[in-house]
């Protein structure tokens, strides 16, 4: 095992190989004097109390009539329709005329609502705290960040299936606590979206988040590879170890001359770290900052790319690079929610009007968040994202598609994305109809997650 190499460490350092993470947690949270709090708190009973554990699996059968569906991968809107679930699964889509209802199933009656396949997010960071845009973390708000870390996140979790986000993807986030979270999702023990995740970000010991956010060069959130081997072999240990992850995230990132001029990886290791992952069957999207950066992540052959950023396209798209972006079919995820928060309404507009070019050209866009980047919260940012995408060109429909079968296809599966026969059902029922006024996806009022009842207002 390599000296160098965190994973390995931590195995080695580890013991059994089960469940290592939570007691290297719990070792953290002593080290900051975070438990004594939680035992002020209340203790275990509250902890588990409040850990927003998973209910029953769903099981028989479950038919949802009376509301307007959103049918397929391209959300066709069916009036008349009901959709029968059966042991968490999507089992029939019919005319209600049509259907035969199973005996003892329940019925829910959904008039007035638009049922819509569950919302996916491919941009979220499971371990940020929620904060308004400006606010700082200070000190009285340190022990509850450390109590919800210690309890995988419930807020974000909540807050997620509360807006109808029942599929998330983590791109940066503590590698073993987020792998620890997204097998206790599996596994049923706690409530939540579906979590995919990239672990650790690729980037430089100069790059972004390190002289950005001030994460430490070793730390478990991202990772430094200095030379193409190296980069191969963390990628392989990602890819291939106890915990695999889903997917390599990847920041490439100059900075901006004028304020903060930041170290990309050099391209050789760029290149190691895209064919590596594809060799083992997984994508890499992107971090990109420069017109610079952008090109050098293409050319290293990228699946996706992540924010539209204002220092490299506002201008106007060089024409080989949206033909790139268009050809390969790269998946874009804008984050426009992020910058609409950091730039101003004009210059917004404008980076809105270069994602319609990508629209209009027949490129593929998804919907991502970057939440919890401040003033982003988790799942209400989301809600943003896809008004912002419907605004951009795209119009409700197509916003609708890059949050749910369009994000499913960058996430490899057709188990969800889409109300179908065979999917998973998670769904979401908003009163109104977002097709003819997209804001209508903000008023939620039933989620199902596998099936289960998991919101209800
Ligand atoms: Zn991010």
């Known amino acids: ?120 997010d491919l ?49 940066g986030d503590e590698y073993a606590w987020v792998m620890e979270m997204r097998r206790m999702l599996q596994e049923g023990e706690l409530e939540g979206p579906r979590l995919f995740a990239a672990g650790p970000t690729f980037t430089t010991p100069g790059g972004h988040p390190i002289v950005t956010f001030g994460v430490e060069k070793d730390s478990d959130t991202v990772r430094i590879p200095a030379t193409p081997e190296e980069a191969r072999r963390i990628v392989r240990a990602l890819a291939t170890g106890d915990d695999p992850v889903d997917l390599i995230k990847v920041v490439q990132e100059r900075g901006d001359p004028a304020r903060l001029q930041m170290d990309p990886i050099p391209t050789e290791v760029l290149a190691a770290i895209v064919t590596e992952a594809h060799e083992h069957g997984r994508t890499v999207t992107a971090h990109w900052g420069t017109q610079e950066d952008l090109a050098e992540v293409l050319a290293a052959g990228v699946d996706g790319v992540e924010h539209l950023e204002a220092r490299g396209v506002l201008e106007g798209w060089p024409d080989d690079l949206l033909a790139l972006l268009v050809e390969r079919g790269v998946a874009v995820a804008p984050t426009l929610a992020v910058t609409e928060a950091a730039i101003s309404p004009e210059k917004h507009e404008r980076l809105r009007e270069r994602l319609g070019e990508v629209h209009a050209a027949g490129g593929r866009i998804v919907a991502s968040s970057d939440a919890a980047i401040p003033g982003v919260p988790f799942g209400g940012g989301l809600h943003r994202e896809v008004e912002l995408l419907a605004d951009s060109g795209l119009g409700p429909r197509a916003a609708l598609v890059a949050a749910t079968s369009e994000a499913a296809k960058v996430l490899g599966t057709d188990e969800i994305g889409a109300i179908a026969p065979g999917r998973a059902a998670d769904l979401v029922a908003v009163r109104g109809d977002p097709l003819e006024n997209i804001e209508r996806i903000r008023d939620v009022s039933t989620v199902f997650r596998d099936g289960r009842l998991v919101v209800e207002r």
């Open 1 to 120: 095992m390599d000296e160098d190499h965190p994973i390995a460490t931590e195995r080695g350092s580890a013991g059994k190989p089960a469940r290592p993470t939570r007691r290297r947690f719990l070792r953290g949270l002593l080290a900051v004097g975070g438990l004594g709090l939680i035992s002020a708190a209340g203790g275990i009973t509250h902890y588990l109390a409040t850990l927003y554990g998973a209910g029953e699996p769903q099981r028989g059968h479950l038919v949802l009539t009376g509301a307007r569906v959103l049918a397929g991968e391209g959300l066709e809107p069916r009036g008349g329709t009901a959709v029968l679930v059966s042991d968490g699964m999507i089992a029939e889509v019919a005319d209600e005329d049509d259907l035969v209802i199973p005996e003892g199933a329940e019925v829910v009656d959904l008039s007035g609502h638009t049922l819509l396949p569950g919302l996916i």
């Open 123 to 171: 941009h979220v960071h499971m371990g940020f705290p929620q904060l308004e845009r400006g606010e700082e973390m200070g000190p009285a708000q340190m022990p509850g960040y450390v109590y919800d870390i210690a309890r995988y996140a419930p807020s974000a979790r909540r807050a997620f299936l509360d807006h109808g986000v029942t599929t998330v993807r983590s791109l």
